[in-house]
């Protein structure tokens, strides 16, 4: 079974996310294969590995130790795949894709370590998720980084991060808003394509609020033209100037003290980010090797 270091694998991420059907997510195959090769360990060392509680999964003592020499043996893994690239010995450029949050705020952070990963060029293209999707299909990206759950066929999808979506401005405001604080306020929006805008307008109408009835002064269409319109808006503005944004693409500026964040009393809006790549590639080591390192930062 060692030789075989999928299933292991498989087992390191249902321990690692403490559920089957977030492990199928994390590793783009099923839930019914995730148990299948959970099972084909427990039925191989003829004893039961996992046990599933209300509040996750357990490990048995067996398991315990099945998960020690498991991950001994994916970080030995890890550090020989650098030496496999070199054997390749391949120069190309390796292009990313990926919706504007993720392209502008999240991927720059590890670009210069996928490079030196895979001894290449690294090259990245930024665009709505829906388009950066038609690229990979086309076969002018590599890999796919996307906010929106723009699927189709042909395509393995692995669930990244969860990203969180919130109320901002350049003023103090509440930390937590009723849908009557929301009206209290001038708006920028997205644009209608957006998967921010449509995600919002579901959450808004769970909680009541018409966002027709909102005192919109602008559409823009990328974060970093919202952001700073709101950076350099009026701050003693008798009504606050506040859009909803990804917290990746405002965290600095929220550290900083130059924006303030909110969130909906009762409810937290969150999506997945997903990483994606054509099934034909599923081999491919260049691509296993940038999707492995990205689904290993714990958080980003």
């Not at 090769?37 to 067996?62: H, M, S, W």
């Not at 009393?265 to 090797?289: C, G, M, P, Q, S």
Request: proline share 2%; aromatic share 8%; with cysteine.
């Amino acid at each position: 079974m060692l030789k075989d270091f999928a299933k292991l694998h498989t087992f390191l991420m249902v321990i690692k996310e403490k559920s089957f059907s977030k492990a199928s997510a994390k590793l783009g195959i099923s839930q019914p294969a995730v148990t299948q090769q959970i099972k084909f360990i427990e039925d191989y060392l003829d004893t039961k590995i996992v046990d599933r509680k209300k509040n996750g999964i357990i490990l048995t003592k067996e398991g315990e130790d099945l998960y020690r020499i498991a991950q001994r043996l994916e970080k030995a893994i890890q550090n020989s795949e650098k030496d496999l690239l070199k054997i390749i010995n391949k120069e190309f450029t390796f292009v990313m894709g990926s919706s504007f949050a993720i392209g502008n705020y999240v991927l720059p952070n590890y670009l210069g370590e996928i490079k030196k990963r895979i001894n290449n060029e690294v090259f990245m293209n930024v665009d709505l998720s829906s388009k950066i999707i038609d690229q990979l299909e086309d076969k002018k990206i590599d890999v796919a980084l996307i906010e929106s759950p723009v699927f189709r066929d042909g395509i393995i999808y692995r669930e990244w991060v969860e990203d969180e979506l919130v109320v901002f401005s350049n003023q103090p405001i509440k930390k937590h808003l009723s849908p009557d604080d929301l009206l209290d306020f001038d708006w920028i929006c997205r644009d209608e394509e957006s998967h921010t805008r449509k995600l919002t307008a579901e959450v808004f109408e769970e909680i009541g609020v018409q966002c027709n009835n909102f005192n919109v002064i602008g559409v823009l269409t990328s974060p970093t033209s919202i952001k700073e319109s709101i950076l350099h808006a009026d701050k003693n503005a008798e009504r606050p100037l506040v859009s909803i944004m990804s917290r990746h693409v405002i965290k600095s500026e929220i550290e900083d003290g130059k924006l303030y964040e909110a969130r909906l009393k009762n409810h937290k809006i969150t999506r997945n980010f997903y990483i994606a790549y054509l099934k034909e590639r599923k081999h491919d080591a260049f691509v296993d090797n940038v999707v492995n390192y990205l689904l290993s930062l714990n958080r980003v």
